[in-house]
């Protein structure tokens, strides 16, 4: 059974602090991806990595930066957080098959800043 | 840049009826669509997807057909259930390098008893 993960599901953190989300997969998928979710505005893509060491800015990387030093784990690092990215972030991945595409989600971390 | 269109919610339907959720995507390529669906407290699951024109996707009773000439991607359900109140996403890959997907904005579904 496919399975990403991420490592908390709830994250209360304060203005100004680094914060890590840790994404796991153990499909042996090529491609992993972070988004944001907001009512209103729907997934927005923030980074997403094509490889082991590889990233490419998504539609709103402003705040972020990632890491990908092993295929199975992605990172989100948020480097002085802000209350505006309080929100939902989910983490995805996906086979590295341009005929196919569709990609497999975590649960989601919900993360407050205050 | 590549976008999807929903329809606006929340839509609210009785049991066993019937739903239609638009979607109307632009596109400069020839995309994959996908229908998720997002169960509360959950992250997305795949519901249906479609490849090329004229291809109906289906799954647990929604079907959507991908439509080339109306740019569009309904999705169906002849006879809704309470638990299929969630919030449902329509997306498209652009099939290029790591084919990211491109989301609508999400129409929560909620079906009453």
């Known amino acids: 059974d496919v399975k990403v993960t991420q490592s908390s599901r709830y994250l209360v953190k304060r203005t100004g602090e680094k914060v890590f989300l840790e994404c796991v997969q153990d499909?042996?998928?090529?491609?992993m991806f972070w988004y944001r979710q907001d009512p209103g505005l729907g997934l927005r893509l923030i980074y997403f990595?094509?490889?082991?060491?590889?990233?490419e800015k998504g539609d709103i990387p402003e705040g972020y930066s990632v890491s990908r030093e092993k295929k199975e784990r992605f990172s989100l690092i948020l480097e002085s957080a802000s209350t505006n990215q309080t929100s939902m972030y989910l983490c995805?991945?996906?086979?590295?098959?341009?005929?196919?595409?569709?990609?497999?989600f975590g649960p989601g971390t919900r993360l407050t800043v205050l | 840049g590549d976008s999807v269109t929903q329809m606006e919610g929340p839509v609210t339907l009785s049991e066993e009826a019937f739903l239609t959720i638009n979607c109307t995507y632009t596109?400069?390529?020839?995309?994959?669509l996908f229908w998720y669906v997002q169960y509360p407290g959950e992250g997305l699951q795949l519901l249906l997807k479609?490849?090329?024109?004229?291809d109906k996707g289906s799954n647990k009773g929604f079907e959507a057909t991908y439509r080339k000439e109306t740019t569009s991607f309904h999705l169906e359900k002849g006879s809704v259930q309470v638990s299929d109140s969630a919030v449902y996403f329509c997306?498209?890959?652009?099939?290029?390098?790591?084919?990211?997907?491109?989301f609508g904005q999400g129409t929560r579904l909620t079906i009453n008893p």
């Open positions: 995805a991945s996906s086979i590295g098959d341009r005929a196919r595409g569709e990609q497999f």
């Open positions: 499909m042996d998928h090529e491609n």
């Open positions: 990595s094509y490889d082991v060491k590889m990233k």
């Open positions: 596109a400069t390529g020839y995309p994959s």
């Open positions: 479609a490849t090329k024109a004229d």
């Open positions: 997306a498209l890959s652009d099939r290029q390098g790591a084919q990211k997907l491109v």
